[in-house]
């Protein structure tokens, strides 16, 4: 099977800044697009960022100019770095990776377990 282990969340004060980690590990073929989402309690899981394989991003606007997402594919790792924080940022983040088993068979969506970001005002 595969997991996604996301780390880095925690309490920052407004104007501070967090990077999130994220690990895909198991029986990994490839992955194609990684990203970043973030529900806030009472509300929808969200689109962050997203970035494909080969490198492009796109990213919610309410982070663009504040946010960064990157990859290592060596590693099977996406990353977000997130500066200017806002109280409104407060939800949980979670990693998302399209990733296939193998080299025949279909690409699935997998999801880490979230990890909590809490921004103080």
């Known amino acids: 099977q595969v997991q996604l282990v996301e780390s880095g969340g925690g309490l920052v004060q407004a104007g501070g800044s967090l990077r999130l980690s994220c690990a895909a590990s198991g029986t990994i073929f490839s992955i194609n697009a990684m990203g970043w989402y973030r529900q806030a309690p009472g509300n929808q899981r969200e689109l962050v960022a997203v970035?494909?394989?080969?490198?492009?991003?796109d990213y919610a606007d309410s982070v663009k100019g504040r946010f960064t997402i990157s990859r290592d594919n060596a590693k099977n790792a996406v990353y977000l770095q997130m500066n200017s924080l806002e109280p409104e940022d407060t939800a949980v983040y979670f990693c998302?990776?399209?990733?296939?088993?193998?080299?025949?068979?279909?690409?699935?969506?997998?999801w880490g377990q979230g990890t909590r970001v809490t921004v103080s005002s």
């Open positions: 998302n990776g399209y990733i296939r088993m193998s080299g025949v068979g279909p690409t699935n969506s997998f």
């Open positions: 970035i494909s394989s080969d490198g492009s991003t």
